[in-house]
C-alpha cells in the first residue's frame, strides 16, 4: 500500500516503478505535443526534430514576410466601398480565403468585422486594412485591402482610408441597384482622384438584374457597363477576376524608397499592455524595429517596439518600406499623444508633414454622464481610449445640476452614437446616461453685454439649457443638410408627403431608370437626426435609401421648450423646436414620457412648457390601494374617510418624492411613433 503514495510514503516505491511511471509521463507529453501541432505521425527526432521543425517553419514564415523584396511596382493599396449591406465584407472574406490569408471554411463570416457590435448588428463600423499576397503573370504582389463601413454615420472612416489607397472596388447589389450611400462614396473616391473598378455582386439572387445595374451605374458615374465585373461573393464566382483588374489597373502608390520617412497616421486603437498601435501607410523611405522617430504633431521622439502588417490578425516583420501599409507600436502610453493625420518622420531628417485629414464636422450632440459620480474617472479614461479609435467623436466636458459632471459629445449620427454608446459597456463595461440628442444652432446677438461676454457677435449653441432669450438675438440659425433619396418610383407620393411634413425644399428630381429615381431636397438637420430614416424605410418597404451632406445654415424662428415634472424642470429634456411645431412637439413627447416613466406611489403630473406658457400636459396616476376592500357596507362617510386619509398621504409624499427617469427615455421621447 506505501508503494503508490509516491514521495508522500516513508518507504521508497521500487526502481521498476519509478521507471514505469517516468515513460507514462513522456507518452503523455508526446501525446500533448502532437495535439496542439497537429501532427497525426509520432515525432521521429525527439526534442532536437522539433526545435528544427519549429525553427524551419519560423524562416519559411520570415521568408514569406520579407516586405523589402516588394518594390513600389508590384504594390496596391486599394478600398473597398459601397452601401450598407451589399456585400463589402462577404467580398473581403473571398479575397482573403483565394490569396491564402485565412483557411477556406464554411465559418468564414465577416472575418474583418471584429468589434462585438458589428456581429451583433450585422454591419461594418469600422475600417480594417490586410495584406494579401498575389501572384499573377510570374510576379507576387503585395494587396493592401481596407474594408470600409457603408452607413451615412461612418463616412470619417472611408474618407481617412481612402487616403492610404491609390484605388477603390465600387460594389453595387445586383437586386437594389444604387442606392444613396453609393453615390456618396463614388463622389469621395472620384474627389481623390482614385482609380474606380465597378463590381456588381449577388448574380446568384433570383430577382438579380446586373444587366440593368450595369445601365445604372454608365448613366449616374458615365462609366462604360463593359467595365463593370459581375460576382457573387457569397459563392465565389467571378471573384478571381477583381484581383486580376485590381493589379491591371490600380496604379502603384508613388512613392521613394530613397527619400527619408514620411508616415502617415490614418488610424489607431488602444491596447492595454502594449500602448498605442498606430495604422500608417508609408509615402517615403522606410521604418523599421529601433529606429528614433518624431512626431510631427506633438515633437515627441519615440523608439519603435514593432513594425508589422495585418493578414488580418497582426504579423511583425523587420520593416515596412515605402509604399506599404501596417501597424506601428512606438511605446505610446498617452492616448493624448496619437493623433490621427500625424506624421511620423526619422528624429535626425526632420520632411514636411503630410496634409493630414480635415476634421470630422458633428451632426448631433449629446451629454454623456455616469450613473454613479465615483465612476467619473474610470469613465474618462474610457472615453479618451475609445475617442482614439474613433476620431469623429468630439469631447467637450459640461456639467449638469441633476447629473453632475459629465461630457457634451458630438457624433456624425443618431447610430454612431448608438454605436459608440454600445461600445462603452461592451468594451470597457461602462454604464452611462445618455440626453437627448440635439443639433448646433447658431444665434445673432444684439445686446452689446452678451457679445462682449461670449467676445464674438454669432455664437454656436450644442446645448439647450444655453439657449439665449428672444430679447437678446437679432436671428437665430438652424443647420440644412442637402439630403439625396434614391426610390422606386410606386412610393414617390408618400415619399414627397413625408418629406414636405419635415419642412423640407425639393431641389431636384431624377430618373436613373425606367423605374428608379433620386431625389435631392433641402432639409432642417433637426427634422431628419433622430427617425427620418426609420420612417423613409417604413413608408418605402425598405427600398429607398438616403444620404445627407452639410449645406451650411438658414434663418429659423426657433424656441426653446422646457419640460417639467411635478413643477421642476428639467434640463436634459429642454429642446429647441421650430415656432410651427411646438405644440405638436411638446403634446408628442409629453405622451411618449407617460409611457416611458414607471407608475410611482404619487401622482406625476408632466407638462411642456415655453418659458411661462404650459402647452402640453400629461398626468401619470398613482400606484393606490384599494382602501375600500375591507367595506363591505355600512355608511358612505366611512368610504370617504378612507379616501380623503389616503389621498392626503398621497400629496405629502408628492412633496418629497422623486420621480427617476429611465436612461433611455432621453433618445425615446424625441422619435416620433407617426407621420401624419
Known amino acids: 500500500m506505501l508503494v503508490g503514495l509516491g514521495r508522500w510514503c516513508r518507504v521508497p516505491p521500487p526502481r521498476g516503478v519509478c521507471r514505469l511511471l517516468r515513460a507514462r509521463l513522456r507518452w503523455r507529453r508526446q501525446q500533448q505535443q502532437q495535439h496542439y501541432s497537429g501532427s497525426k505521425e509520432p515525432s521521429l527526432g525527439g526534442r532536437g526534430g522539433e526545435a528544427t521543425g519549429r525553427g524551419e517553419s519560423r524562416r519559411r514564415e520570415k521568408d514569406a514576410y520579407d516586405l523589402s523584396k516588394f518594390p513600389v511596382e508590384n504594390i496596391r493599396n486599394f478600398s473597398i466601398i459601397a452601401h450598407v449591406d451589399h456585400g463589402k465584407s462577404t467580398l473581403a472574406d473571398r479575397l482573403l480565403e483565394i490569396t491564402g490569408a485565412i483557411v477556406k471554411t464554411d465559418r468564414n463570416r465577416q472575418v474583418l468585422d471584429k468589434l462585438q457590435v458589428e456581429r451583433e448588428r450585422g454591419i461594418t463600423v469600422k475600417a480594417q486594412t490586410a495584406s494579401l499576397f ?67 455582386n449577388k448574380i446568384d439572387l433570383k430577382h438579380a438584374e446586373p444587366d440593368r445595374v450595369a445601365k445604372q451605374v454608365e448613366k449616374v458615374f458615365d462609366i462604360p457597363k463593359d467595365e463593370c465585373i459581375q460576382i457573387s461573393a457569397k459563392l465565389g464566382t467571378n471573384v478571381d477576376q477583381v484581383l486580376e483588374k485590381v493589379v491591371e489597373k490600380i496604379p502603384p502608390p508613388r512613392a521613394k524608397l530613397s527619400d527619408p520617412l514620411r508616415a502617415l497616421v490614418f488610424d489607431s486603437t488602444y491596447d492595454h499592455y502594449r500602448g498605442v498601435i498606430a495604422s500608417i501607410a508609408l509615402f517615403d523611405g522606410w521604418v523599421q524595429k529601433g529606429d528614433k522617430i518624431m512626431s510631427s504633431y506633438t515633437k515627441k521622439v519615440y523608439e519603435v517596439n514593432e513594425v508589422g502588417i495585418l493578414r488580418p490578425d497582426q504579423y511583425p516583420v523587420e520593416k515596412l518600406c515605402a509604399g506599404q501599409v501596417g501597424y506601428l507600436i512606438c511605446g505610446m502610453k498617452e492616448v ?157 407620393g408618400k415619399i414627397i408627403s413625408l418629406c414636405q411634413s419635415r419642412r423640407a425644399i425639393q431641389k431636384n428630381m431624377v430618373y436613373i431608370d425606367d423605374h428608379r429615381l433620386m431625389m435631392q431636397y433641402l432639409f432642417p438637420l433637426n427634422e431628419i437626426v433622430v427617425d427620418f430614416y426609420d420612417s423613409l424605410k417604413s413608408l418605402s418597404s ?135
Not at 580 to 598: C, F, M, N, Q, V
Not at 631 to 648: F, P, S
Open 336 to 492: 493624448k499623444e496619437a493623433q490621427i493625420g500625424d506624421t511620423f518622420h526619422l528624429q535626425k531628417q526632420p520632411v514636411e508633414p503630410l496634409a493630414g485629414f480635415k476634421p470630422a464636422k458633428p451632426m448631433v450632440f449629446a451629454g454623456m454622464y455616469p450613473i454613479d459620480q465615483s465612476e467619473y474617472t474610470n469613465l474618462r479614461k474610457a472615453v479618451e481610449k475609445l475617442t482614439l479609435n474613433d476620431s469623429s467623436v468630439t469631447v467637450h466636458r459640461d456639467s449638469s445640476p441633476a447629473l453632475g459632471a459629465g461630457w457634451r459629445l458630438g457624433f456624425l449620427g443618431l447610430l454612431h452614437m448608438e454605436v459608440f454608446n454600445q461600445r462603452l459597456e461592451q468594451e470597457y463595461n461602462a454604464s452611462v446616461i445618455l440626453t437627448a440628442p440635439t443639433v448646433p444652432y447658431k444665434a445673432v446677438l444684439s445686446s452689446s453685454k452678451l457679445i462682449k461676454e461670449y467676445g464674438e457677435e454669432e455664437i454656436t449653441i450644442l446645448n439647450p439649457c444655453h439657449f439665449p432669450d428672444r430679447l437678446h438675438v437679432k436671428e437665430y440659425l438652424e443647420p440644412i443638410v442637402t439630403g439625396t433619396i434614391l426610390t422606386p418610383d410606386d412610393y414617390i
Open 134 to 200: 498575389y501572384h499573377h503573370e510570374g510576379k507576387t504582389y503585395l494587396l493592401n485591402l481596407i474594408d470600409t463601413p457603408g452607413h451615412v454615420d461612418f463616412s470619417y472612416e472611408v474618407s481617412r482610408s481612402l487616403s492610404a489607397c491609390q484605388g477603390v472596388l465600387l460594389i453595387v447589389d445586383a437586386n437594389e441597384g444604387i442606392q444613396a450611400q453609393t453615390v456618396a462614396n463614388f463622389f469621395l473616391a472620384f474627389e481623390s482622384q482614385l482609380m474606380i473598378i465597378p463590381v456588381i
Open 542 to 676: 425598405g427600398y429607398a435609401s438616403f444620404d445627407y451632406e452639410d449645406a451650411g445654415y438658414q434663418v429659423a424662428d426657433l424656441i426653446k421648450m422646457d419640460i417639467y415634472l411635478n413643477g421642476k424642470c428639467v434640463e436634459e429634456l429642454a429642446t429647441i423646436v421650430h415656432r410651427e411645431k411646438a405644440y405638436s412637439t411638446g403634446k408628442a413627447i409629453a405622451e411618449r414620457l407617460k409611457d416611458t416613466i414607471p407608475q410611482q406611489l404619487f401622482e406625476i403630473a408632466i407638462q411642456a412648457a415655453i418659458g411661462s406658457k404650459v402647452i402640453a400636459r400629461e398626468t401619470i396616476k398613482a400606484v393606490r390601494k384599494n382602501v375600500l376592500a375591507k367595506c363591505y357596507g355600512g355608511d358612505i362617510t366611512r368610504k370617504m374617510k378612507l379616501l380623503k386619509r389616503q389621498a392626503e398621504g398621497k400629496r405629502r409624499m408628492r412633496k418629497i418624492g422623486n420621480v427617476e427617469i429611465p436612461k433611455d427615455a432621453f433618445i425615446n421621447v424625441l422619435k416620433r411613433q407617426q407621420d401624419k
